[in-house]
């Protein structure tokens, strides 16, 4: 049992100087390493900064898919007073936020300009379009089921002649996030791949350098795992360093998007508010970095330090 | 502590450094392996650390057949040798204390132990006074003694030495051989391959001489001198 002890001890201990002593030797050389945990940064920052955007549309995204219109074709015989009447009974509903009325000869105007049926219309002579009614739910109202409600309610409605949602677009907008949401994955996995190799040059080069260490500790007695020890944590310290590097561009990045936002969104009048990094985000950033700086160094060394054998 | 039965050694290039070695040293001697170069003389002390295996015979150290020491069990069995080098190879990023350090940090001594123990083989070596030192700043001599602490620090059964004062003056080869024997007498086995033959014949200890990878002197195991 105490001998089980005393080599525990001695794991630790040995863990303990090879994480401080790495540590050290990256402080040691400062530009240089700093030049390295930079790119680490930067490739980490990339995925992570396009992740957030992503979050941040869908943030958006959620609170239109909340407040989905409600189109209502009224009855051709409906004229433009009843039909405005209609839009201010509806107003007085809690379940409706707004009612707004679109007379027929807006319709047209607007049907003319978007359709390029302008000479087919011509033609006509009459209008042919109804008066259109465009409801957004009240806010309180949130379910897609109450929605659902609401919408079988509205078609009950005398006046009206039919009702739709009108979420064509909303959901052209996810398939095109989910475009976009496969494409970070493709890069952050890429980028990945890119951190993987500069650590593991890094490390390389930090073998061949310290070859004369390597065959002397090797003389003295050192097992592969005490030899390999210290490269590892360097690998551990360059994916940490990166990860901190990545968290500070995205937090210096997301600040100077923070006023034009909200100079935006004001102007939307909505209360949007730019998502920044949570605390889970920073800590997945940390350990991707974390992960691919020892997976980096831990195939660098195997491959790397077999070669090198006293002399 | 040490014996050769038999000892051939080919390396891949087919190059025969060593031709039917038989040899045994006390534990507690202390001699000195001679020849010219290419005779086998490192060849020699390299088959004891195991960094080459040799290709037929028997080799026996410390009571450890080395045929039987597998690979992953080499580290462990050096621990029980120290080396000195020609060359001194001291690591120029760190201290002298680090340097000297290296042995105990590998086995894995506490702090404490390791300041303690530094310090006296330091002290033995005559430059504590320099234990902050970079070897760079030190002179031939004293970088080669401060080698002289690292081979020993970790008091090591076997002490091996490749052309120690091959780099140093008569008088500083001489004082090096002298510190070399101190530790003898406390008791380290200490083989040391030089091809100085003057200096090594005033030490008045046994010295094997090997020609072409012969054994040329073969004269009686010598025990506790």
Redesign the interface.
Known sequence: MDEIKRRFS??A??HA?AFVFSLGQLI?NPFGNLLTVAVIGISLALPTGFYILLENARQVVTGWDSSVQITLFLKYEIDDDSAQGLAHRLEQDPAIAMAGFISKAEALAEYQRLSGFEEALRVLGENPLPSVLVIRPGVTIATPDENEQLLARLRQLPEVDSAQFDRQWVKRLFALLDIIKRFVIILSSLLAIAVLLIIGNTIRLAIYNKR??IE????????DA?IQRPFLYSGFWYGAGGGLIAWLLITISLRLLMQPVSVLSELYASDFQLISLSAKNILSLMTCGVTLGLLGSWVSVHKHLREI??? | MIRFTNVHMTYAGGNEALKNINLHIAQGAMAFVSGRSGAGKSTLLRLIALIDRHTRGQIIINGQNLERVRDQRIPLFRRNIGFMFQDHRLLVDRTVFDNVALPLVIAGYRYQDVRKRVQAALDKVGLLHKANSNPVALSGGEQQRVGVARAVVHRPALLLADEPTGNLDPALSWDTMKLFEQFNQVGVTVLIASHDLDLIKRMHKRIITLRQGRLLTNAADIGQS
């Open positions: 001695t794991w201990l040995q100087q040691r004369q260490e002397i500790t090797k003389l003295f007695g050192a097992t005490f054998d006293p002399s």
